[in-house]
């Protein structure tokens, strides 16, 4: 089984756009996502427009702020502290990759945790390892929507999830703790790792190079979720898996392009109702 994001990302924004009009009949006032660019980094400013893009079609309103990479720490914490007080914008998000000369912890600190719709502050972070609710890191938040959208259920499975960092692997195992599975992160330090992916029920590839995990690493009707985004040896867009070689001994497997990818962008406009929500005190 294919697990198509795109279609599923596609059904749910449909569920969005209906969910948007209502709250602009009751509240007289539309969701709104701030975006703040610095620099001119040509990926970030893609995921950028994919992201108003995303706000204009469910109907949520969208704020876009650009800077050149001279922009200073100073002024963009500043401007993060006005958006953190205007009462008309909901979620805050600041693309990274920043300029080098801005410490970007400094920044996720700086966003008030309630308008945090990328769930990387540390106190949204802090709620997820304690399973207390909170805006959860987008792309982890659409794994499980995908695995709840094939009737996946994780309990009593093991899980090998393949990279640690902050926005993917470390949240994506609290989730699937959280679904009672036993989860394990593996790396590139990790010894014998095709052993360790091979006892995966689930296998989550989010490790950053191009078709590493070929079906030498994956178990017979396992389900492998790819993170990854890479470029292969014909310039094309490839995942962390070997798609070919491994989707016909899988029970499920995620493309890419078209698999986690689109749901990233919908989880974000999920996560701003939640945060629109929580500021009406629902």
């Not at 569920?15 to 709250?23: A, D, M, P, R, S």
């Not at 006032?29 to 701030?34: E, Q, V, Y």
């Not at 979620?91 to 945090?116: C, F, M, R, T």
């Not at 296998?203 to 985004?229: H, P, Q, T």
């Amino acid at each position: 089984m294919i697990i198509s994001g795109k279609e599923i990302s596609k059904k749910i924004k449909e569920q969005l756009k209906v969910e948007v009009e209502e709250i602009k009949n009751k509240y007289n006032r539309l969701p709104k996502l701030a975006v703040i660019l610095v620099g001119e980094n040509q990926a970030s400013q893609v995921y950028v427009r994919n992201k108003e893009r995303g706000c204009s079609y469910v109907g949520m309103d969208s704020l876009k702020i650009t800077h050149d990479a001279t922009f200073s720490e100073e002024e963009l914490l500043n401007e993060i502290k006005q958006l953190n007080e205007d009462e008309t914008v909901d979620g805050i998000l600041v693309q990274l990759p920043l300029p080098k000369h801005i410490n970007e912890d400094k920044v996720l600190e700086a966003i008030d945790p309630s308008k945090d719709v990328d769930g990387f502050h540390p106190e949204n972070v802090a709620k997820l390892f304690l399973g207390q609710r909170s805006l959860v890191p987008c792309t982890p938040k659409g794994m499980m929507v995908l695995l709840d959208e094939i009737n996946y259920d994780l309990t009593g499975k093991e899980v090998v999830v393949v990279g640690r960092s902050n926005i993917v692997g470390k949240p994506v195992a609290l989730l699937c703790l959280q679904k009672n599975a036993t989860v394990t992160i593996a790396h590139s330090k990790t010894k014998n790792l095709k052993e360790v992916c091979q006892r995966a029920d689930v296998l989550i590839a989010a490790v950053g190079r191009a078709k590493m995990i070929n079906s030498d690493y994956v178990k017979e009707g396992a389900v492998v979720l790819d993170v990854g985004i890479n470029r292969d040896e014909n310039n094309k867009l490839c995942g962390d898996v070997d798609f070919e070689d491994v989707k016909d001994k899988v029970y499920a497997i995620t493309p890419v392009p078209g698999g986690i990818g689109p749901m990233t962008i919908t989880m974000l406009l999920q996560n701003t109702l939640e945060a629109f929500y929580h500021h009406q005190g629902e």
